[in-house]
């Protein structure tokens, strides 16, 4: 388990608003989209790497301390596409100037061995950036990354390293694949439901639905997600 604190910090856009310290956005089933839409699977794929792309580039320009990805189409052809993608990354020059780290959250360790490597080496060539923080979900299940965290404090207790009576919310936080971050302030969703995305730190988390299905997904609905967020604290505060 990754020892690592990252502190929640809300940095100001303009003069009245925020942007939170951690946004998490899950994006579409890309193969049904081209499907349903009658499109070319090989243009889809170049629109989805394009808006993972846009998103990279607004959590540099905000500089947003996390943000986390979840890559919902796990299907063979379109983690095939992303290949390439994740073989450069973490010599992307954008990567490197803001010292963005990388992890990849989720059970991919059972895919192909070539994307296995490339998102190993993503994170290891970048372990030692602590700027920002550029998480991706592949194959992620909220229940299963829960489950996973109480498997592991089970076995913790069976080997005497942890007492029963001892076993608390902190306990699970620690022992989940995503301990190392902050809750996400923000989360948003491309779909009509919520995905279970970081299904155990979401309890605080504001819920933007986005009208917009992920490939047709832009820079505004990001920054109509960020009001939306700012609209719900303002009445939380007693501003509205």
Not at 1 to 8: K, R, Y
Request: overall charge negative; some cysteine.
């Amino acid at each position: 388990m990754v020892e690592l604190t990252i502190p929640i910090v809300n940095i100001p856009i303009g003069k009245s608003r925020k942007i939170p310290s951690h946004i998490a956005i899950n994006t579409g089933l890309v193969k049904k989209w081209a499907e349903d839409n009658k499109k070319d699977l090989k243009e889809a794929l170049g629109k989805h790497l394009e808006s993972i792309r846009e998103l990279m580039g607004y959590q540099v320009k905000n500089n947003i301390r996390v943000l986390t990805i979840g890559l919902a189409d796990s299907s063979p052809e379109i983690l095939g596409g992303l290949k390439d993608f994740f073989a450069s990354l973490s010599e992307d020059e954008s990567i490197r100037k803001n010292q963005v780290r990388i992890f990849v959250l989720g059970q991919w360790y059972d895919l192909d061995i070539e994307l296995r490597d490339a998102f190993k080496s993503a994170m290891d060539k970048t372990k030692m950036y602590d700027n920002l923080f550029l998480n991706f979900c592949v194959k992620y299940d909220g229940r299963a990354e829960v489950l996973g965290a109480v498997q592991l404090i089970a076995k913790k207790i069976v080997s005497g390293k942890l007492v029963e009576a001892e076993v608390s919310e902190d306990s699970v936080k620690e022992n989940l694949s995503s301990s190392y971050f902050p809750p996400p302030e923000l989360i948003i969703e491309t779909r009509n439901s919520y995905s279970g995305l970081l299904l155990w730190e979401s309890k605080e988390s504001v819920i933007h639905f986005s009208s917009k299905r992920w490939l047709l997904f832009e820079k505004k609905d990001l920054d109509e997600a960020v009001a939306f967020y700012n609209t719900v604290h303002s009445k939380d505060d007693g501003n509205a």
